[in-house]
């Protein structure tokens, strides 16, 4: 769809970045003046401006690409929010057959403006190595309806995927995925691992204690200071659920199990905090 002749006029009128890529004088009220008559063309105008992004490499697309950034933001301080889901779903729309790169600023803008709309699209990026993940970090802004999306694209991923997923599930505390993360600290790759440990710190689930626990006795050096960390995590979020027992067996285990010299920090944060728990 080629763009029409008032839509680059107002595109026009966006800023350009100085020689650093920065936007140090912009002219608030032109933009936002712009922008809002952009708004004011409707679905068909907002598929106009998609049209003039291009891949990166491929073409000067810094206006409209800022125009359309302003414009997620514009529809999401309307007070009536029917626009702005009709932006969002108008975007994700758009997903399929782009570039990768326009794909992919185009969900950083479903993470600004979209809702419980678009998450069964970004569902299915999550399946695209090229796209999971801002992906799953546009669904972590969502909230509302990402975690089943995340949770069902997980067994058909790998790598930096699977990572990126454990990761967003455990940012949603989604306490549906304690089993994925159980499982997952025993992960080959060390960075699943720690994910899922802070996921299962994060959901502030009793019972993962002596998975967590046994992690962080069990490895050395970078690794049994994370677990250590996502064990007072898991014990902070307890003994904000009112389980005071099950907190202070997570520090009275560390208290006593850090013995070396090179761990003192760690019986010392242990004691203080069983201290304070009193």
């Not at 409707?42 to 073409?59: C, T």
């Not at 505390?173 to 080959?188: E, H, M």
Request: aromatic share 4%; glycine share 8%.
């Amino acid at each position: 769809m080629a763009a029409p002749a008032k839509l680059k006029s107002l595109v026009d009128r966006m800023p350009d970045p100085d020689k650093r890529g920065t936007y140090a004088n912009i002219d608030k009220e032109e933009v936002e003046k712009a922008v809002a008559d952009i708004h004011k063309g409707g679905r068909d105008a907002l598929l106009a401006l998609i049209d003039m992004l291009v891949e990166p490499g491929q073409g000067n697309d810094i206006k409209p690409h800022y125009a359309l950034h302003v414009l997620a933001v514009h529809v999401c301080r309307l007070k009536d929010g029917a626009p702005r889901a009709e932006f969002a779903r108008t975007v994700a729309s758009q997903l399929a057959g782009r570039p990768k790169g326009v794909q992919r600023f185009l969900i950083r803008q479903l993470q600004v403006a979209g809702g419980v709309e678009v998450a069964p699209a970004l569902g299915k990026a999550l399946l695209d190595p090229h796209l999971c993940e801002p992906a799953a970090r546009a669904l972590v802004a969502i909230r509302e309806g990402a975690a089943d999306g995340l949770r069902g694209a997980l067994p058909k991923v790998k790598g930096a995927c699977r990572l990126a997923i454990i990761q967003a599930l455990g940012a949603l505390a989604d306490t549906k995925a304690v089993g994925t993360f159980r499982k997952a600290v025993d992960d080959g790759d060390p960075r699943i691992r720690l994910a899922a440990a802070w996921g299962l710190a994060r959901v502030a689930d009793a019972d993962s204690a002596g998975t967590l626990l046994k992690a962080a006795d069990s490895h050395k050096g970078w690794e049994r200071i994370r677990y250590t960390e996502a064990c007072f995590l898991l014990a902070e979020n307890l003994m904000a659920a009112g389980n005071r027992a099950a907190a202070t067996g997570i520090y009275t285990h560390l208290r006593d199990t850090r013995t070396k010299p090179s761990e003192g920090h760690v019986r010392n944060a242990a004691a203080g905090a069983l201290a304070a728990a009193k």
